[in-house]
């Protein structure tokens, strides 16, 4: 696996590449500042992105957005030391795959670069899937209804995918952790609340938020 890690802490970018390369076997690319990190990702092939949320010129949160809006579509995680849930929804919102809170251990990092490293989408047997008056777009990630277009997170393509896949079906909050997360990433369900409320905001843009329903101490459904 090849892997880009901004990291502006010296002691602690230092123990994560000797460990990812120890551990893990991979190949590591390592800048300080947000700037290197986007021009890093976009000039190179990686697997996983590694970013951390404060560093100079230009912070993990900016640097994910811009990527985003490039239209980069490899994985990101984001390392913070803000665990609030506001936190965790502005790092989602940004496009980030995952998130994990500092301090971590180093077995957890590996485990959800593994979980990132082998998303796998279900085959797709059309481009265009349509429900109601909304078009949602495989390849460009993107819900259409007539002129207006909504670009979303991989994440939010993954959770809106396999609802509409399986509309009208209550799934549970486990089944939707390990298709879109993958339990290996020790991902808490407060992670999944925040991506269908992330999802919700941009469904509400065309009037179809409440397609997307909460199924109490169960799980999620999309309405046919």
Same mark, same amino acid.
């Given at each position: 696996?090849?892997?880009?890690?901004?990291?502006?802490?010296?002691?602690?970018?230092?123990?994560?590449?000797?460990?990812?390369?120890?551990?893990?076997?991979?190949?590591?690319?390592?800048?300080?500042?947000?700037?290197?990190?986007?021009?890093?990702?976009? =000039?190179?092939?990686?697997?996983?992105?590694?970013?951390?949320?404060?560093?100079?010129?230009?912070?993990?949160?900016?640097?994910? +957005?811009?990527?985003?809006?490039?239209?980069?579509?490899?994985?990101?995680?984001?390392?913070?030391?803000?665990?609030?849930?506001?936190?965790?929804?502005?790092?989602?919102?940004?496009? =980030?795959?995952?998130? $994990?809170?500092?301090?971590?251990?180093?077995?957890?990092?590996?485990?959800?670069?593994?979980?990132?490293?082998?998303?796998?989408?279900?085959?797709? $047997?059309?481009?265009?899937?349509?429900?109601?008056?909304? %078009?949602?777009?495989?390849?460009?990630?993107?819900?259409?209804?007539?002129?207006?277009?909504?670009?979303?997170?991989? +994440?939010?393509?993954?959770?809106?995918?396999?609802?509409?896949?399986?509309?009208?079906?209550?799934?549970?909050?486990? %089944?939707?952790?390990?298709? %879109?997360?993958?339990?290996?990433?020790?991902?808490?369900?407060?992670?999944?609340?925040?991506?269908?409320?992330?999802?919700?905001?941009?469904?509400?843009?065309?009037?179809?938020?409440? $397609?997307?329903?909460?199924?109490?101490? %169960?799980?999620?459904?999309?309405?046919?």
């Amino acid at each position: 696996m090849n892997i880009l890690l901004a990291e502006d802490d010296l002691q602690l970018g230092e123990l994560i590449v000797y460990m990812l390369k120890k551990k893990g076997g991979y190949m590591v690319d390592w800048v300080m500042e947000g700037e290197d990190a986007y021009d890093y990702a976009i =000039a190179s092939h990686y697997d996983v992105l590694i970013l951390d949320w404060m560093m100079p010129n230009g912070d993990g949160v900016e640097v994910c +957005r811009r990527l985003r809006k490039k239209g980069y579509s490899r994985a990101i995680l984001m390392l913070t030391a803000k665990d609030a849930v506001e936190d965790r929804i502005e790092g989602l919102d940004s496009g =980030a795959d995952d998130y $994990l809170v500092k301090p971590f251990e180093i077995d957890e990092l590996l485990a959800r670069l593994r979980a990132l490293s082998r998303r796998n989408y279900a085959p797709f $047997l059309e481009e265009e899937v349509q429900i109601h008056d909304m %078009v949602l777009n495989r390849t460009s990630q993107v819900i259409r209804q007539g002129d207006k277009e909504i670009q979303l997170s991989p +994440r939010e393509f993954q959770l809106l995918d396999l609802l509409l896949q399986n509309k009208g079906q209550v799934l549970p909050r486990e %089944v939707i952790l390990d298709r %879109v997360w993958g339990y290996e990433t020790d991902v808490s369900m407060k992670t999944i609340d925040a991506t269908v409320k992330l999802l919700r905001k941009k469904l509400d843009l065309i009037g179809k938020q409440d $397609l997307l329903k909460s199924i109490r101490g %169960v799980g999620y459904k999309f309405e046919k």
